[in-house]
């Protein structure tokens, strides 16, 4: 069975995330650092929680120790992204942007450059407002991405399932 991670320190599409991976039969494993409360997802049936500590990367880490390839990982970290594609597994922001392999290394050029010019005293513009827009992207983004895991998925036979 495939599993959805999440990176749930201040992901704002948990619940969604939740409910398409169990319709398709997916687990769901949210990482977060202390600072989050994950106990109201405890107790659910193909829910795991994990916790780890307040260090930088901390929940990355637990995530990528877990990672299986064909996982998908929701994320808005562009390391861990890179970091999970590298490991043959997808990643999706909670915006539904789709992270891909041939665009990882320009997209950590420019959050090294955006963190040296703010390092330097330089400012850069935050993200904009989660709007119900972005939820919706991310429903439809992940609803096909699980699908396509899922008609890549080899079957007992050897062969691939075929989409529905």
């Keep these: ?12 599409v948990k619940q969604e995330t939740i409910a398409i991976a169990r319709s398709r039969g997916w687990s ?7 600072s989050q409360s994950l106990g109201r997802f405890d107790g659910r049936k193909g829910v795991e929680t994990v916790t ?3 260090g930088q990367d901390s ?7 877990r990672l299986a390839p064909g996982d998908v990982v ?4 562009t390391g861990l992204a890179a970091m999970v594609l590298g490991r043959g597994a997808r990643a999706i922001s909670p915006r539904g942007r789709v992270f ?13 450059a955006e963190q040296k010019l703010r390092r330097s005293g330089g400012r850069t513009r935050g993200p904009s407002p989660f709007e119900d ?3 919706e992207q991310f429903v439809d983004s992940l609803e096909r991405m699980l699908a396509e895991c899922s008609a890549e998925t080899p079957t007992p036979g050897g062969t691939t399932a075929e989409k529905e």
């Design 1 to 12: 069975m495939s599993t959805v991670f999440i990176d749930a320190d201040a992901c704002p």
């Design 28 to 34: 769901v494993v949210l990482v977060a650092n202390t």
């Design 52 to 54: 780890v500590g307040t």
């Design 59 to 65: 929940a990355d880490f637990a995530v990528i120790e």
């Design 74 to 77: 929701v994320t808005q970290d």
């Design 100 to 112: 891909h392999l041939a665009a990882i290394d320009a997209e950590l050029a420019v959050r090294h």
């Design 133 to 135: 827009e972005d939820r």
